[in-house]
């Protein structure tokens, strides 16, 4: 790759490193250069330009983000499309982050052109909480770097979330003649508490006392009834594999694998097994809702992730949990973990058609209605699909009879777009944090196009008006994040979105798109048989 100040009469096909001003406004960091481009740089005084060039050894950050991104992750993850050398996997469900920690340090050892990112080994994530993201750092990867990279990963994925299990835990709780009524209570809500935000349930619940024959009784009792895992809170702490709750575990068939573990709060927990079903001996700091060391091993069981001696062990490097007077552990202002965005479509499908003399929304495209063919594009790559309808709002509706979508009727329609984006935007959830404006009479516009354009937004980059562009030209669609969707319902007349453009021009980022369908819209008869051609 070739880096650096480059005359304009090198630099056509070189992707921008810095923002260039022309006579017409500016081209911002990361763009490729075309002809034209160069043409108007020159005309507008500039001479050179600093740029990257890539070479045939090169390979483009992108596709390299993109060629490890697809790989890296395994069940339980989606990957998100790639966009200015960054690819994002985010959590498929609730679960458990397993992570390849030798095999990651592996490839970012590989070279500083290729990075990848985790979250902590076993961290619990949400649903579309981000778990990994592939970073390029320049604007491309040695072509044998990433072989290795790919090699590295092979086909074993080093991320994959394991989902929460809908387990029937089982809780027996200990009691000695001191012990109060309130200690019982407040163990028996801790591990409710803990087995319900693991997807779990406490199916079960026997109180006896704190001795070896009714503890392995209550723990029998538990195995017969399917519960998996059996969990035993004591009244009194273990301390030796001859007390009371490992010696019940051994009467009762069960085996004791570990006693103790590295983790401060934590270190009396008790590990065992009665078959395939976990049994753990509860440590009493459990009784408080703060992470401890017991924490850590039962969202691995809720995970059917399986636990050895020699996993609680190694748990030592980083298991000082409590805080000391020298550490303080504010649990406010916590940073919230990333998750991929909320994300709705809207598409307009109110207009009059005016210069096509007929409905163009109902016309034939492939066998399909263009707006059955428009809306089913976008359905693939969305959390949620408006249409709004205006003239022939039946037609509509009939067109796209059978497809999951939320039709909205603008009685308004005749006074113009504004009013459609209004009567969208306003039947969105509350948890919607992008809409994607599409238009109906766009039929070649497919999925990849929505999810490059989701891949771009970055509110916290200023990126939060996401727009495609083709060999410099702005088309459709156009996502925006919710901070501007007030200012969007606020428009008034004939007007699209498009005007807004000049006063948010920091918000917006320029998505380049590989072929011409981001400009293609079906407004007069020849256009549509030019789209039919298509």
């Given at each position: ?11 056509e ?16 960091k990361?763009?490729t ?8 740089l020159?005309s ?27 790989i ?11 966009f ?35 979250v ?15 970073k390029?750092?320049p ?25 929460f ?18 200690i ?6 801790a ?14 619940v026997?109180?006896v ?9 209550a ?26 709750i490992?010696?019940?575990?051994t ?16 270190n009396?927990m ?37 636990v ?15 805080e ?32 096509m ?12 209605p ?15 699909t ?10 509509i509706?009939?067109?796209?009879d059978?497809l ?15 009013t459609?984006?209004r ?25 990849e ?53 000049e ?28 789209i039919?051609?298509?």
């Amino acid at each position: 790759m070739i880096f650096g100040e480059l005359p304009l009469a090198e630099a056509e096909g070189a992707i921008l490193a810095h923002s260039v001003k022309h006579e017409a406004g500016m081209f911002k960091k990361g763009r490729t250069l075309t002809a034209d481009d160069i043409g108007l740089l020159k005309s507008s005084g500039v001479v050179g330009v600093f740029a990257a060039k890539l070479g045939a050894d090169d390979v483009p950050e992108d596709e390299a983000a993109a060629a490890v991104a697809r790989i890296v992750g395994a069940g339980g993850t989606r990957v998100q499309a790639p966009f200015t050398g960054r690819a994002n996997l985010h959590a498929a469900v609730h679960g458990l982050a397993i992570v390849d920690v030798a095999r990651v340090r592996a490839l970012n050892r590989l070279h500083e052109s290729l990075t990848l990112a985790t979250v902590q080994p076993f961290a619990i994530v949400e649903e579309r909480e981000m778990v990994a993201t592939v970073k390029v750092i320049p604007f491309a990867v040695p072509r044998a770097v990433l072989a290795n990279a790919l090699a590295i990963i092979g086909d074993e994925p080093l991320l994959r979330v394991a989902a929460f299990r809908d387990k029937r835990a089982g809780l027996v709780v200990t009691r000695l003649p001191q012990t109060k009524p309130s200690i019982i209570a407040k163990s028996e809500e801790a591990m409710r508490e803990r087995i319900s935000a693991l997807g779990g349930t406490l199916a079960a619940v026997r109180v006896v006392e704190h001795d070896i024959a009714q503890v392995t009784a209550a723990i029998a009792e538990m195995s017969s009834l399917a519960c998996d895992p059996i969990l035993v809170f004591g009244a009194s702490a273990i301390t030796d594999r001859g007390d009371v709750i490992p010696m019940a575990v051994t009467k009762a068939g069960g085996e004791v694998l570990h006693l103790g573990m590295p983790v401060d709060p934590g270190n009396l927990m008790m590990f065992g097994a009665l078959g395939d079903v976990p049994v753990i001996g509860v440590p009493s700091c459990a009784r408080s809702p703060k992470v401890n060391g017991f924490d850590w091993v039962l969202a691995r069981v809720m995970a059917d992730v399986k636990v050895t001696p020699a996993d609680i062990m190694d748990m030592g490097a980083g298991g000082l949990l409590a805080e000391i007077p020298t550490r303080p552990s504010s649990r406010e202002g916590k940073p919230k973990p990333q998750r991929a965005p909320h994300v709705a479509a809207i598409v307009l499908a109110a207009g009059q058609s005016s210069r096509m003399g007929t409905n163009k929304l109902l016309a034939d495209v492939k066998g399909q209605p263009m707006i059955r063919r428009s809306v089913a594009a976008m359905r693939q790559a969305v959390d949620r699909t408006v249409v709004v309808t205006g003239r022939d709002a039946a037609g509509i509706a009939t067109a796209l009879d059978g497809l999951p979508v939320v039709l909205v009727h603008n009685a308004r329609f005749a006074e113009g777009l504004s009013t459609s984006l209004r009567a969208g935007i306003e039947v969105l959830p509350p948890d919607t944090d992008v809409a994607v404006i599409a238009l109906g009479d766009m039929p070649l516009v497919g999925p990849e196009v929505v999810r490059r354009l989701i891949a771009a937004y970055s509110p916290a980059e200023h990126r939060s008006v996401c727009v495609p562009v083709f060999r410099g030209e702005r088309g459709n669609p156009v996502l925006w994040g919710r901070q501007h969707f007030e200012t969007l319902k606020g428009m008034t007349g004939d007007r699209g979105a498009r005007v807004l453009f000049e006063v948010l021009s920091d918000e917006i980022v320029e998505v380049a798109m590989p072929d011409e369908a981001v400009l293609l819209d079906a407004d007069t008869p020849e256009a549509l048989e030019a789209i039919r051609a298509k």
